[in-house]
């Protein structure tokens, strides 16, 4: 059972991790324990996907496949530790010929400590307890202190106690994973001087509070926040004439998945007046009004949805081809607003438009030029993912302003799309989760490899003794870790 933990409690907790933490210090082992976690998770996939249900309403089907996610990322962060590229390991040697001379330079990344960790809602396995946060930080050698969301605390432990059983089997002390319940337990976790390091996922003003907290402390630390993202998506009059409906219909699957609760929910869509954006609304409309009204997570959450909805659609000049709404006592039925693209460029009431409204809805700005567009696009503020959909003539560059739209988007988030939806944020090397505030509040991805640095610091060691330093800087290599020397990649084998 969840008991919310008192301050002594937290500070118990983050003391033993930090103890602990030399216990990560082998990179064999720390793959070991996320492999191990990997597999105890899915051996209680039956215990987790009916406390997950029962707590979020979810369903089956979206669980099961969320803890195969979560389960590789685990997996997918032991095979970043094992090519250990994530090191970063430079040597330059001494050179009196440079100006000014070099003198024997060898860097290399360490993991920064204890990091917090604080639970989604909308994710409780994938960015929760085992969620990527946890996977990267364990994966730089960083104990972890994850402040559970209290939407699914049941779930929570069920994960928590599947982690600590792999630290057990592999050796490594238990203490390097924890879980606290509790708001007053977050803001005291984030504030212990033992922390070193932050991860949220979450809305913008929980998150900043967090963020303020953390940069407020006598020793501030990094704060990785996401925090909310309105995910613009621009239709080229062009490609709303060639595949108006196609477009439509693709958008309502995409601002319904999950009952409009993901964090890449195209949230605000940029479509032509006239009769090629006409047929993309018509699509649109019908495939919204063929969706089954859906449970959100809490009701403080279909509370905010439903006041958000009706502020929007009391604006002048704003319709609703199908209005979301309350479907029953604890469900709310999918919808979306339209608006002349001109409201928006104009600023004021309209604004809010312009920003999240958690849930099944979406805003569809009909804009009749170019100019429109881009005045807009002016407007926003950062975002996780920003979308194009072009033509098939735009695609060959031989019509159009394609390649104009894609650099208007880039400033805006931190992937970009084209002719596809956003939602839906694969596990991959390349993959980049994250942009410009407020989607979040660094410049680091919380999936895919490279999320993994987050969580570590850069030392260079200058003119050691090459028993002084650490395996991973000696010239013989031990470890057989990939590294540049003198600035150019070396050859292995």
């Given at each position: ?80 530790v094992d090519e250990g590229a994530f090191l970063d390991v430079r040597i330059d040697h001494a050179d009196a010929t440079q100006t000014p001379p070099w003198p024997d330079l060898r860097r290399y990344k360490l993991p920064l400590g204890v990091v917090a960790v604080y639970a989604a809602s909308n994710f409780p396995l994938a960015f929760s307890v085992p969620g990527g ?29 599947a982690l600590r059983r792999a630290a057990e089997q592999v050796g490594v002390s238990t203490d390097v994973i924890a879980v606290v319940h509790g708001f007053d337990a977050g803001l005291e976790l984030v504030r212990h001087p033992l922390i070193a390091a932050a991860g949220f996922t979450g809305s913008v003003r929980g998150g900043r509070a967090l963020h303020d907290a ?280």
């Amino acid at each position: 059972m969840a008991v919310e933990a008192t301050a002594e409690e937290v500070d118990r907790v983050v003391r033993a991790a930090h103890a602990a933490r030399g216990s990560l210090a082998d990179r064999t082992v720390r793959a070991a324990l996320l492999r191990t976690a990997a597999d105890l998770l899915d051996e209680a996939r039956d215990q987790l996907v009916e406390a997950a249900d029962a707590e979020t309403a979810l369903g089956p089907a979206r669980l099961t496949g969320e803890l195969a996610r979560t389960t590789y990322q685990l997996r997918a962060s032991a095979t970043v530790v094992d090519e250990g590229a994530f090191l970063d390991v430079r040597i330059d040697h001494a050179d009196a010929t440079q100006t000014p001379p070099w003198p024997d330079l060898r860097r290399y990344k360490l993991p920064l400590g204890v990091v917090a960790v604080y639970a989604a809602s909308n994710f409780p396995l994938a960015f929760s307890v085992p969620g990527g946060d946890t996977a990267s930080a364990l994966a730089a050698g960083c104990p972890v202190v994850v402040k559970a969301h209290p939407d699914h605390p049941a779930t929570s432990e069920v994960a928590a106690s599947a982690l600590r059983r792999a630290a057990e089997q592999v050796g490594v002390s238990t203490d390097v994973i924890a879980v606290v319940h509790g708001f007053d337990a977050g803001l005291e976790l984030v504030r212990h001087p033992l922390i070193a390091a932050a991860g949220f996922t979450g809305s913008v003003r929980g998150g900043r509070a967090l963020h303020d907290a953390a940069a407020a402390r006598p020793t501030p630390i990094p704060f990785h926040g996401e925090l909310g993202s309105l995910n613009p998506v621009v239709v080229t009059e062009a490609a709303a004439a060639e595949r108006g409906d196609e477009i439509g219909a693709g958008l309502a699957g995409s601002m319904t998945l999950g009952v409009g609760q993901f964090c890449t929910k195209p949230g605000f869509v940029l479509a032509p007046a006239g009769p090629a954006g006409d047929s993309l609304v018509k699509s649109l409309t019908d495939a919204v009004s063929d969706t089954d009204a859906g449970v959100l997570l809490d009701h403080r959450m279909r509370d905010n949805f439903l006041a958000g909805v009706k502020e929007r659609a009391e604006l002048a000049d704003v319709d609703a081809p199908v209005t979301p709404g309350a479907g029953g006592e604890h469900t709310v039925s999918a919808g979306f607003l339209t608006v002349p693209a001109r409201r928006l460029a104009e600023g004021g009431a309209h604004d809010v438009l312009l920003e999240e409204c958690f849930g099944p809805v979406t805003v569809v700005a009909r804009y009749e030029s170019d100019e429109e567009i881009s005045a807009v696009l002016g407007r926003l503020q950062g975002n996780l993912t920003a979308t194009v959909h072009i033509s098939a003539a735009e695609a060959e560059g031989t019509e159009g302003r394609a390649g104009e739209l894609v650099a208007e988007l880039t400033p805006l988030a931190g992937r970009v799309l084209v002719n596809g939806w956003p939602t839906g944020v694969a596990v991959a090397p390349a993959q980049h989760h994250g942009g410009p505030y407020p989607a979040t509040t660094s410049t680091s991805t919380s999936v895919g490899g490279t999320a993994i640095e987050r969580w570590l610091r850069p030392v260079t060691y200058q003119d050691t003794p090459a028993a002084l330093l650490p395996p991973e800087l000696r010239e013989e290599n031990p470890l057989g870790l990939p590294r540049r020397i003198n600035g150019v990649r070396e050859q292995r084998g």
